[in-house]
């Protein structure tokens, strides 16, 4: 197939070279339209001006003009654009900050308000799998694209030597944190698979395509624009060790001996210390009024031959919890050149550096460490206490993270005749370091010193020809194609050491002489240390053809072939392909209708696996740990084993695939007043892969199986409406409605089975991927004459004080068969609402964000109602972090069990903590007031600005949620909330962009 | 103009040229986090890797939520857990209870993964013979015996703790049969003739240029003290394996073979103020006082936070932990120690008490 492809091509080549040199003078401008957007560029231009010569009738639906066609991915999408006025003027820091709420088809969940932390995800159109890992978190993502440059993204591989899974060894930052707003042009929301078809695999869960702003032919243009605020303290009620108290001390009065009174925690029993029964101040501390800021500056400009862009940023964002902020420099060069008649050259080179403060949570720091102490005691909540702690974080402590990037392309565009070949280089790097040094002081007496040092890096050559070809004044063929080939390399290393000598030596080290009598001794640190390395690449062909009827009917079909180093020999390459068809109902005003198109595509696209086990097929692997804590030798060699404890691989695992039909309709009327894109799509996974339990004599704990098929219907549409268009007031209104229906299926599993287990998870086919597996809740036993004879909890009777958990099956007892699928992670039902209002030159923005129809786990309610669990068990949930002192729980809400009962009563696994988590949030509203300045003629050319704009902006404003806790945003990606999150930050904003 | 153009032209066939050529080859990565079959089993490195693999896996078995001591010391002992209620449910007996500790540690999944990965060694070190000169055929059939005691060991704790479990003779790998339940003196017989195969190929020491049989370092290495099966480990176990079975006079029979040959192993006996011995004692990294031992040696960088009898049994000031996880009450341990002159622990006719063991 490939092979047929790749002959294509060459006979592509050649026919081009032929009209190349036949019509090598002729200069034309063409154009040719896409399904939804005009397709238009120029080729063999000799001038370049801002007017577009030729067909340009219908320019204003362009939604950019490409000069040169400069990338060779630069394709024309029929996406979803991101209002960029929206982000334009809102302190967002990470894609996945600019794109929630503000384009259909995507979900984005921000966990945490942490700024810049790893914990934000996008969905776009539902998820492709069951989120049971952090690894299916990393499949389910989509591309990102930076000027068509797919970004390599931090893989999940570090999470195999961790015990904890709170955060990924390293900085832990979002690299998708590197690219300032103000030099964003435009960001597209890709999900048709006419689209995704061209982009290949990586992008099997739809893409954001971002294009940032780039050099451009013109007088000088010089942009300053910065912006000032706070971040803003939340209004917080605190509490002591009264209100705990008071809140245990009717479950011991009704259900406790005076055994477990006087077992009362160390920290309740004495009423006279004040450290616990004192002043609740601790979060003056906490939580601080933090600045935010953002300074950059541009200049555009040059001559058509060769034009430039230089852009430079600062930013800090923060958040008022915990003293956490992200710092950010950046700096973009962007060249354009066009050295010969029919040769553009284009290249980008762009670095950023981000410095994180992170969160000084003890379970972020247990995680990091692996070890957990006795937690019984929190933190008192007492202003004077939490200072000693956050002194020795102002003090000794190290905790530094870095990452930096540099990215860049460099690309030659030749048109030839009819034809146009694109060649490309690009490659991304990035590099993550963390050095942590915890004194003794923060551990009673036992220091700790890790040092991480990672990178990512990927190489993409590229090469796409294309050839347009118009018969007579009617029809129009478009075919183009082309070859892409992918390398990344991942690394890391990471060393540990435990309770070193003294506080003075902060770096873990071994002596790495081979020929030293004291090889691999260490330097008075328990030493442990890990290295790890990921290797793939990826070659694509494609073809593509298109043709399009002068009576408005456009049929387009897509093959492509894939390669990749990641799945076995004898299943390297996927062959797929798309078609679509779109057709033009009313082109010109028919009745109230303006414009009605119906388009339609059918496509599958194969999907990538995040490393190379698959590849290797049985393996052999070193890991003889236990209890989560990475353990590799035996007397000190190194050894290999099969991977009992992940999954046996076989062989004949072939290529997983998405498949989606979707059929939608854009149309627009009352003479462009409103106009409407909606899209109901279809959209299958399958044979994706799953780890399914097995027999447990053959030593492994899992297999992994090929045949899990999930499915996502559902619809999206965008509403954009000129509600007021500006009159002769100054008065005008925009509206931008957009909203997305999903609801994902679990289709099929591996060998046919109906459902299976998986980490507390339970898949079932016919049901959700994101529901909860619950016991169902209905009441208390109140006295044990309620209770049915021989009826038990996995064995163990019921008394009086216990729950009323349904009895599903009947049987009289209580287990794991009773629990059923319940309720959904990810909303049914999501989108945003933007609305601009000019007058005159003010105008204000806002941007509302609803998601629906979904469910939260209020884990930390459980944990908080289950005291006496909590206070004996030695887990990660277990922590009580400062802002245990915090009012979050409403306990009276929940019936009284009896906490010492071993039926487990307050188990998080029951729809008593269930949620719904429907809301409402208004995410960013900004007033801006704007000024046309005296020059316009160019930086340098004359006195004053071309123009000025000042604003003030405010963010996560309001929330409305029927949720108890705090938010239901701050729930992890299978929906629980353990109250580890910061909030999401209020925060102000004064600002001013100036061009000069 | 038209050079140029025929040039650009010549690049770009060359470069699709190359990669149509080539394409497989250049998606031909070898994995580097993994080792996958064709590149296993080939010089005596990869023997050892997986010889000490399968050594590594029975560590992780026992070490796992201390289940050695949850299979044994714990059960209905003098034991007595301060706060963790599962604990107390393996002290009292009540295995039922609905506790993630007992689900983990009823599950036997652990042990079978030794018996595979030993079973694979079996049947597929023969190729690093036919690879590496280096690894001898004395060497491959004692590394065969050492398997096969593991084997045995495997059995012996499926058997102590489940009776009749299903009887794996083979690796079956990448196939998952459904094998049923063997009556446990079955498996005790199996056990044993695996042992009585391997017994006699098995050295008494491993690494030593003075040992009459095997001598010499064994993988380049002396340091092998009480880490590797001897032909004594294969006698111990054999006695254990006929004392469940309720054969003891076997039992006396093969205790009586391993004392009489204890000097061959280098096994001393040990005073109790050697037991107690921080730097030097039993219990302090690996060395000939022990008959087996599956250790977490800090020396051999191989500490880990669970998995040992400290992790139940320590509590502040020693670690971060207001009390330790179990602990034997002052009565009890007058009861147990109670003959005097006990150097352990013994109460003497004045009402001193006086002990290595404890600090008093």
Redesign the interface.
């Given at each position: 197939m490939?092979?047929l492809l790749?002959r294509l091509?060459?006979v592509w080549?050649c026919l081009a070279?032929d009209k190349?040199?036949i019509a090598?003078e002729e200069t034309t401008a063409k154009s040719f339209t896409g399904l939804n957007t005009k397709w238009l560029y120029i080729a063999n231009s000799t001038a370049i001006t801002d007017t577009i010569p030729g067909e340009t009738a219908n320019v204003e639906e362009v939604d950019t003009i490409v000069y040169y066609n400069v990338n060779p991915a630069s394709f024309k999408f029929s996406y979803d654009t991101i209002n960029t006025k929206l982000i334009q003027s809102v302190p967002n820091i990470t894609i996945a900050q600019m794109v929630k709420g503000a384009a259909s088809g995507v979900y984005v969940q921000e966990v945490t308000g942490e700024p810049g932390s790893v914990h934000q995800n996008i969905y776009i159109r539902g998820v492709s799998r069951p989120l049971l890992n952090q690894k299916d978190l990393y499949l389910s993502q989509p591309a990102i694209y930076i000027n068509g440059m797919p970004l390599i993204q931090d893989n999940p591989?570090v999470y195999n030597i961790q015990t904890y899974n709170v955060s990924p060894i390293g900085p832990a930052t979002d690299l998708l944190s590197i690219l300032e707003q103000d030099n964003i042009e435009k960001i597209d929301v890709v999900k048709d698979f006419k689209d995704l078809g061209v982009l290949g695999p990586r992008a099997s869960n739809g893409a954001i395509y971002i294009t940032t702003k780039n050099a451009k032919p013109g007088e000088k243009l010089l942009s300053i624009n910065s912006y000032f605020g706070y971040a803003l303290t939340p209004a917080i009620n605190t509490t002591n060790a009264y209100s705990d108290k008071n809140f245990r001390l009717p479950f011991y009065y009704k259900y406790g001996s005076s055994a477990n009174l006087s077992s009362l925690p160390?920290y309740l029993s004495d009423s006279s210390n004040a450290d616990y029964y004192g002043a609740s101040n601790w979060s003056d501390l906490y939580y601080k009024n933090a600045p935010v800021y953002n300074i950059n500056a541009s200049l555009t400009g040059g001559s058509g031959r060769s034009n430039f862009r230089a852009f430079f940023g600062a930013t800090q964002n923060a958040s008022t919890a915990n003293a956490t902020d992200l710092r950010r420099y950046v700096g973009s060069f962007y060249i354009s050149m066009v050295p010969?008649k029919?040769l553009t050259v284009s290249s980008m080179v762009s670095g950023s550096l981000l410095k994180r403060n992170r969160n000084r949570s003890f379970t972020d720091r247990f995680a990091e460490m692996?070890?957990l102490?006795?937690i019984?005691?929190p933190i008192p909540p007492n202003k004077n206490v939490y200072q000693r702690f956050t002194d020795i974080y102002e003090g000794d402590l190290i905790d530094d993270n870095l990452t930096s990037s540099v990215q860049g392309y460099f690309s030659l565009s030749?048109n030839?005749g009819k034809a146009v070949?694109t060649?490309r280089m690009s490659f991304d790097y990035n590099e993550g370091k963390r050095d942590v040094f915890y004194p003794k002081a923060l551990?009673?007496g036992?220091n700790y010193v890790s040092n991480y040092f990672g990178f990512n890096q990927r190489f993409v050559l590229e090469?796409k020809i294309e050839y347009t070809h118009r018969f007579g004044n009617a029809s129009l063929m478009n075919l183009n194609g082309g070859?892409n080939?992918q390398a990344d390399i991942s690394r890391y290393s990471y060393i540990q050491g435990y309770n070193g000598p003294d506080d003075v030596k902060r770096i873990a080290e071994v002596d790495g002489t081979t020929t030293s009598s004291g090889y691999?001794v260490?330097n008075g640190y328990?030493?442990?240390g890990y290295l790890?390395?990921?290797?793939?690449?990826l070659?694509s062909f494609w073809g593509n053809a298109r043709y399009k009827m002068d009576n408005g009917l456009e049929i387009g079909a897509l093959l492509r072939s894939d390669?990749?180093?990641s799945m076995q020999?004898n299943h390297?390459w996927f062959v797929s392909p798309v078609f679509d068809v779109k057709y033009d109902i009313v082109k010109d005003n028919v009745g109230f209708l303006s414009l009605m198109d119906l388009h339609a595509s059918w496509g599958r696209v194969g999907d990538l696996v995040s490393?190379?086990?698959i590849?290797?097929?049985?393996?052999?692997?070193p890991q003889?740990?236990?209890?989560g804590?990475p353990?590799?030798?035996?007397?000190?060699?190194?050894?290999?084993?099969?991977?009992?404890n992940n999954a046996?691989i076989?062989y004949d695992i072939p290529w997983s695939y998405a498949e989606q039909f979707s059929i939608g309709t854009q149309l627009s009327f009352l003479n462009k007043r409103i106009s409407l894109k909606i899209d109901v799509y279809n959209k299958d996974n399958k044979d994706l892969t799953l780890t399914v339990p097995?027999?447990?004599?053959?030593?492994?704990?899992y297999?992994l199986k090929s045949g899990m098929h999930v499915n996502n219907k559902g619809l999206d549409f965008t509403i954009d409406a000129h509600i007021v268009p500006i009159n002769d007031n100054g008065f005008g209104w925009n509206a931008s409605l957009n909203g997305t229906y999903n609801q994902n299926k679990l289709k099929a599993l591996p060998d046919g089975s109906s459902s299976i287990i998986l980490n507390g998870h339970k898949l079932e086919t016919g049901f959700a991927v994101d529901a909860f597996w619950l016991l169902q809740n209905e009441g208390i036993y109140n006295n044990s004459s309620e209770i049915p004879t021989g009826f038990t909890?996995?064995?163990?009777a019921f008394n009086a004080g216990d729950p009323i958990w349904k009895d599903i099956d009947g049987d009289n007892v209580i287990?794991d068969n009773d629990k059923v699928l319940k309720g959904n992670a990810l909303p049914k039902f999501f989108g945003g609402l933007i609305n601009q209002v000019t007058y005159k030159k003010f105008d204000l923005n806002f941007h509302l964000q609803y998601a629906l129809g979904h469910y939260i786990m209020n884990q930390e309610a459980a944990n908080y109602m289950d005291f006496i669990t909590r206070?004996?068990s030695?887990s990660l949930d277990a922590i009580k972090e400062v802002t245990y002192w915090e009012d979050r729980i409403n306990t009276g809400s929940y019936p009284m069990y009896n906490p010492w009962s071993?039926?487990?009563g307050y188990q998080v696994n029951q729809d008593l903590f269930l949620e719904k988590a429907n809301y409402l949030s208004l995410r960013s509203a900004t007033i801006g007031y704007k000024m046309i300045g005296k020059n316009q003629l160019g930086f340098g050319k004359a006195k004053g600005f071309r123009d000025l704009y000042l604003y003030i902006t405010g963010t996560n404003l309001l929330k409305f949620s029927p949720y108890t806790n705090r938010d239901p945003e701050l729930a992890n990606y299978y929906g629980y909330d353990n109250g580890l999150s910061l909030p999401l930050t209020k925060s102000v904003i004064v600002g001013i962009k100036l061009n000069l | 103009m038209m050079k140029t153009v025929n040039k650009n032209f010549y690049v770009l066939v060359f470069m699709l040229l190359c990669c149509g050529v080539s394409c497989n080859k250049i998606l031909d990565i070898e994995p580097s986090n993994t080792i996958n079959e064709k590149n296993a089993w080939k010089t005596i490195t990869d023997s050892r890797s997986a010889l000490l693999g399968s050594y590594g896996l029975m560590r992780a078995a026992l070490a796992d939520n201390e289940a050695n001591w949850m299979y044994g010391e714990l059960r209905e002992s003098a034991f007595k857990s301060v706060t963790r209620t599962d604990l107390k449910a393996v002290i009292d007996g009540k295995l039922n209870l609905p506790f993630p500790l007992l689900e983990d540690v009823s599950n036997w999944r652990k042990f079978y993964a030794v018996i595979n990965s030993s079973f694979l060694f079996i049947e597929k070190s023969g190729q690093v013979l036919d690879s590496d000169p280096q690894y001898t055929k004395l060497t491959h059939e004692v590394d065969v015996a050492q398997m096969k005691a593991l084997i045995a060991l495997s059995y012996y704790y499926l058997a102590r703790t489940w009776g009749d479990v299903p009887l794996i003779r083979q690796s079956y790998d990448g196939q998952f049969p459904k094998i049923p339940r063997s009556n446990v003196s079955a498996v005790l017989a199996y056990a044993e003739q695996l042992l009585k195969e391997a017994a006699p190929v098995l050295p008494f020491i491993y690494g030593s240029v003075n040992a009459e049989y095997f001598s010499g370092l064994y993988y380049g290495s002396s340091d092998w003290s009480g880490d590797l099966m001897t032909r004594l480990t294969a006698y111990v176990l054999l006695a254990h394996i006929a004392v469940l079975d309720g054969r003891y006079l076997d039992a006396s029979a093969y205790l009586d073979f391993a004392l009489a040959n204890s000097s061959k192993s280098n096994l001393t006996t040990s005073t109790t103020s050697i037991l107690v011995s921080a730097t030097s004692g039993v219990f302090s990294n690996t060395n000939y006082k022990h008959i087996l031992a599956f250790g977490m040696s800090q020396e051999k960088m191989e500490t880990t936070p669970t998995g040992h009898i400290e992790n139940l049994t320590l509590g502040a000031p020693f670690i971060q932990r207001t009390n330790p996880q179990i602990y034997v009450s002052a009565e009890d341990i007058a009861t147990i120690y109670n003959e005097g002159g006990d150097e352990r622990y013994n109460i003497d006719a004045d009402g001193t008490v006086s002990s290595l063991f404890l600090a008093t």
């Open positions: 490939r092979r790749f091509l060459l080549s070279i190349a040199i090598s591989y160390a010969a029919w692996r070890y102490p006795s019984a005691n030749a030839i070949n060649a551990f009673s036992n090469d070859f080939y691999l260490h328990l030493v442990s790890d390395k990921i290797q793939q690449r070659i390669g990749s180093s020999p390297r490393d190379q086990s590849s290797a097929g049985p393996q052999y692997v003889l740990s236990w209890g804590f353990l590799a030798s035996f007397n000190g060699y190194g050894t290999y084993t099969r991977p009992y046996w076989g097995t027999t447990a004599e053959s030593g492994y704990t297999e909890y996995k064995g163990q287990n206070d004996n030695e071993s039926v487990n | -």
